[in-house]
């Protein structure tokens, strides 16, 4: 069995038996932080799905209202005046085919990759290489798009990609332990409200089995999802 340390088992003292509201809950994470770096704050979300099923399987994007306090390195994969509409939007390596090869190389000096569809005969010799590490472009994340400028601004503004691991769980950062409470209480809200409206039909019975907020180095904090559960049913 795992042993926590002496600063985790007191902060964990601090934190009662009980579910909390999203309100309550994040600035007791901020309450009793001990780690002296700027940790990530993560949500921790069991669906009730069976993710064998590819009708129960739940996946999309939110853009956070307050990012997550680190602008992510956007690679662009588009043609002629495409090329130039995603570096005007902030997109840090923009190329056609060549950044094709250039990946294969080895090149991968990037978090995040978008592409245009006419590019997707080409983008698509990167399966094995971006697909393990969840950077493979799919127009279901809005990631493989004409609109590539779009693409570009809300990656960089703080857009998070959900999707459900082998387990029924989500996890997925609202930000970092140094921004404002009611930044972080209103990332959280986006995250847990998009995750709500990505509910498969296929799904049965409860779909938010539990939900927990936590920081890198922290103990969990229980949400209650009563008022959620109330949301999911209308």
Known sequence: MRKH???FTAARAQIADRTYSIEEAIPLVQKVKFAKFDETIDLS???????????????????LPFGLGKSKRVLAIAGGEKQKEA???????????ELVEKIQGGFMD???????????????????????????????????????????KEIKAGKVEFR????????APVGKMSFATNSLVANAHALVDSIVKAKPAAAKGK????????????????????????????
């Open 110 to 152: 990037f978090e995040a990759v978008v592409a245009t569809p006419d590019m997707m005969r080409a983008v698509g010799k990167l399966g094995k290489v971006l697909g393990p590490r969840g950077l493979m472009p799919n127009p279901k994340t809005g990631t493989v798009t004409a609109d590539i400028a779009k693409a570009v």
């Open 5 to 7: 340390g002496k600063k």
């Open 45 to 63: 979300l069991k669906l009730g799905v069976d993710p064998k099923h590819a009708d129960q399987m739940v996946r999309g994007t939110v853009v």
């Open 207 to 234: 779909y938010l089995k539990s939900v927990t907020v936590s920081s890198s180095m922290g103990p969990g904090v229980k949400i209650d999802t009563t008022h959620i559960d109330v949301v999911v049913k209308h």
């Open 164 to 171: 459900v691991d082998k387990t029924g769980i989500i996890h």
């Open 87 to 97: 570096q005007e939007a902030g997109a840090d390596v923009v190329g056609g085919e």
